[in-house]
């Protein structure tokens, strides 16, 4: 089964401490992606990477980290710097840069107390 | 200042009716746009991409089309069923081709029988 997946789906932390994100593609993508999903917002861009050993900040990376070591892996993680962190976060990826439409994982939904 | 607009009422309407969705933007020039379809606590799923040269693009039910002059992006789902009843995305491409999306916050659809 090809796809993205995201681990785990429901991940509850208290103030102050980092956390990880995990996403997985086996699609043999290039591009991937981090979003944030708050209620009656819009995703917005966190981070994304090209390809692998690269990636970009997007409109919202403060208080957020990345690395793209394998083609298949784009962890996030969300530090202690990052002043609202309680979010849907999903990931997503594509073929490539390109005109391409992009897949998503089913999110994780993460809550910071 | 740069703008993605969607409305933010639900849209309810009758099963066999046609749904019409809009999406209007200000200030960018996006070489393409895309529709996606979200369940509730749920990865939004791909739909279909729209370039700045073609006026309307159709897949089965859906259709969607792009004004570069007015801003906007129709998204009609004709002989509309319970099943389509979700929350429909809107992405542009700010990135010149990059993949690089903005996305606006969506429009809830609910499907009467």
């Known amino acids: 089964d090809g796809g993205i997946t995201q681990s785990p789906k429901y991940l509850f932390r208290k103030e102050g401490q980092n956390v990880t994100l995990s996403c997985e593609q086996n699609?043999?993508?290039?591009?991937m992606y981090w979003y944030r999903q708050d209620p009656g917002q819009g995703l917005r861009l966190i981070y994304y990477?090209?390809?692998?050993?690269?990636?970009q900040k997007g409109d919202i990376a403060e208080g957020y980290s990345v690395s793209r070591e394998k083609k298949e892996s784009f962890p996030l993680t969300v530090t202690s710097a990052q002043k609202n962190p309680t979010a849907f976060y999903l990931c997503?990826?594509?073929?490539?840069?390109?005109?391409?439409?992009?897949?998503f994982g089913p999110g994780t939904r993460l809550t910071v107390t | 200042s740069q703008k993605i607009e969607q409305n933010s009422e639900a849209l309810n309407i009758q099963e066999g009716k046609t749904a019409t969705l809009t999406c209007n933007y200000t200030n960018y020039s996006p070489a393409y746009l895309q529709w996606y379809r979200q369940d509730p606590g749920r990865g939004p799923v791909f739909l279909l991409l729209?370039?700045?040269?073609?006026k309307e693009k159709r897949k089965e039910r859906l259709k969607v089309t792009f004004d570069t002059t007015l801003k906007q992006s129709l998204f009609h789902i004709t002989a509309s069923q319970p099943a389509d009843s979700a929350t429909y995305l809107c992405?542009?491409?700010?990135?010149?081709?990059?993949?690089?999306?903005?996305f606006g916050a969506g429009t809830r659809l609910a499907v009467h029988p």
């Open positions: 699609l043999n993508h290039d591009a």
């Open positions: 997503a990826s594509s073929i490539g840069t390109g005109k391409y439409e992009q897949y």
């Open positions: 990477s090209q390809i692998v050993n690269d990636f």
């Open positions: 729209i370039r700045e040269n073609e």
């Open positions: 992405a542009l491409d700010v990135s010149g081709g990059y993949n690089k999306l903005i």
